[in-house]
């Protein structure tokens, strides 16, 4: 086993200066200025030189449809995901009155005001084609989920969790009722089956993803007890003190349409005295947010860099063309390498070996 040291040299020369002493209190601070000084391995530059936006949108601005009335009024009362009323308005001059419509309907009573002000403004086509852009690469990952789901399941096969996350969990998920909210298509929910879970509610709001959930549960050899329900982080449709463990899979943030305060109050509800809250593989951005709340911070050891590995060629470009398309190294690696995989390091974020976990 390496030391310590040696497993925060390999985390950090690959992710460096991302904050992680918050959660690491046992790692003395003049260790920490070491790591976080200038990477050591060459690959690292493409890290801090992938394109902020990597994939290639493919939807218009009536595919905000898609989502039912519960998922707009979250993502709009709440300007999710960066979007500004103002900029929801400009990108809808055009639209069909119906879409209009029912985005105002949605809206706060406060919002809609200032939204049929700015709709009634005449703005130029490129004002409108921007602030388009603007909302569509907001919602990109929302839009993924409930319009493309098959597409989103392919890339997300390809995305295995370091396998020491749910052994370190076990003890908390043997024999134990778990919540894996933000589902998916149980990436999360089969792996707690796996470490012996007596039940999981997968919680997840998009029908698209909830039906290949049902999908993989119905070409199970036998009884599974995943228990699917459409919900949302906000509005769990479970009773108080009903789960020993409720978690996450790279899906709760501390935005409040992907979670933040009222999902985290959702899921202290519903855990039992004692019980725990795992936040599984957490964007950088909410590290700061999550040790302010509570949690504590494991990040594993990687004995080799983690790679996205697809089940075949075409497949790893079918993805990378549409996910990374705007970062030109990930195909040309596939091409080269002709491999269905990516590194982590090459796609600017890191890699599925980490979580937060909160006691109750």
């Known amino acids: ?166 052994r370190q969990l076990e003890p908390d998920i043997r024999d134990k009722v778990v919540l894996d909210a933000g589902a998916g298509s149980g990436r999360a929910s089969f792996e707690c089956v796996r470490y012996g879970a007596r039940k999981v509610y997968a919680v997840e709001p998009s029908p698209g993803l909830i039906r290949i959930l049902w999908q993989k549960l119905a070409s199970q050899p036998g009884p599974c007890c995943i228990m699917p329900f459409q919900g949302r982080f906000d509005k769990l449709p479970l009773t108080d003190d009903s789960v020993d463990m409720a978690l996450s899979c790279s899906a709760f943030t501390s935005d409040p349409a992907q979670g933040g305060e009222l999902g985290l109050a959702e899921f202290r509800r519903v855990t039992k005295s004692g019980g725990k809250i795992v936040i599984i593989w957490p964007r950088v951005q909410d590290y700061d947010w999550l040790a302010e709340h509570g949690f504590r911070y494991v990040a594993l050891p990687m004995c080799e860099e983690m790679r996205i590995c697809f089940r075949t060629l075409q497949s790893a470009l079918r993805c990378a063309r549409h996910f990374y398309a705007h970062n030109p190294n990930v195909v040309q690696y596939i091409l080269r390498e002709r491999k269905p995989e990516i590194p982590f390091s090459m796609l600017g974020f890191n890699p599925p070996c980490d979580y937060c976990w909160l006691s109750v």
Not at 8 to 16: K, N, Q, S, T
Not at 145 to 151: H, R
Not at 158 to 164: A, M, R, T
Request: aromatic share 10%; net charge negative.
């Open 1 to 166: 086993m390496k030391s310590l040291e040696c497993q925060l040299c390999l985390y950090f020369a690959l992710f460096p200066k991302i904050g992680l002493h918050i959660f690491l209190p046992n790692v003395s601070v003049a260790w920490l200025e070491l790591l976080t000084m200038d990477p050591l391995i060459p690959d690292i530059e493409e890290i801090n030189t992938a394109p902020t936006t990597q994939f290639e949108n493919p939807f218009h601005i009536e595919d905000l449809e898609v989502f039912d009335d519960d998922t707009l009024r979250i993502i709009l009362s709440n300007c999710g995901f960066g979007l500004t009323v103002e900029q929801l308005a400009q990108s809808l001059h055009g639209a069909s009155e119906e879409l209009i419509q029912r985005i105002r309907r949605n809206l706060l009573p406060t919002q809609r005001s200032g939204f049929m002000d700015e709709m009634r403004r005449s703005i130029p086509k490129a004002q409108i084609e921007a602030a388009r852009r603007r909302v569509l690469d907001g919602l990109f990952w929302e839009l993924t989920y409930w319009k493309t789901p098959d597409l989103y399941e392919e890339l997300i096969e390809g995305e295995q969790l370091h396998p020491g996350i749910f």
